[in-house]
């Protein structure tokens, strides 16, 4: 998953769209830091073509973006995202054995934290786990609804690799469910313990790894596998 001599990995490319496999590390639009952004290579490299941005990885995700080459295209997907018609899956390696090897379910309302981190909206001690589904009884004052799907693929005593299938589209949710129900994902040093060796990456673990969109089809890219 390291970048090429372009920055930009492509995936599938048509008239309307390109998917592409963005790299960790490298933040998809500028940020305070001043560091080249990848949108902007993105724009350098497919010139004189226009990419219009439907949605985004973090800086420290890597996986499949779609990225529209045209309006109509960029309208159509917009609102597929917005009422959640786009299937999206990732691959994340993350601390200690989940015990999911059928599919999970993570229920727990978001809410925005401190410093710009996002935390669940309840204490920690009141999240139970009942017929696979970890849930916490929401605030509506205060919580936004926030689900997601888990299924181990692979673990030991150290370390486990999941699939995880957001419902809902909140700011940092894989990360923060993850790390409320006791098994951050490795590299996370907001969400997670940087001081805890078990956590240790040379990058966030966390990998979109197939984008299902009707009307186009399903794009995917291995990734941590």
Known sequence: M????????????SENLLVVNKPSNVSLLADRS??????????????????????????????????????TTQRTLTRAF???DIGKFYLA????ALNATTT???????????????????QRGDIT?????????PDPLVGHPSVTRVRTVAHDERRSL??????????????????????????????GKPNDPRQQAERLQLHCHRLRVPGFGTFSERGLL
């Open 104 to 122: 999970h379910s993570i229920d727990l309302p978001l809410k925005k934290g401190r410093k710009s981190r996002y935390r669940v909206a309840g």
């Open 82 to 84: 917005q009422a959640r």
């Open 93 to 96: 390696w993350v601390v200690g």
């Open 162 to 191: 999941v699939i995880l299938q957001p419902l809902t589209g909140r700011t940092h949710q894989l990360r923060v469910h993850l790390s409320w129900i006791g098994h951050p994902i490795l590299g996370d040093h907001l969400y």
């Open 129 to 137: 786990l009942n017929n696979h589904t970890w849930h916490l009884d």
């Open 2 to 13: 390291q970048p090429t001599s372009h920055m930009h990995e492509v995936l599938f490319r």
């Open 34 to 71: 001043g560091a080249p952004c990848y949108w902007d290579r993105l724009k350098e490299e497919i010139a004189p073509e226009k990419p219009y941005l439907v949605h985004r990885l973090d800086k420290g995700t890597s996986g499949v973006l779609l990225v529209a080459l045209n309006v």
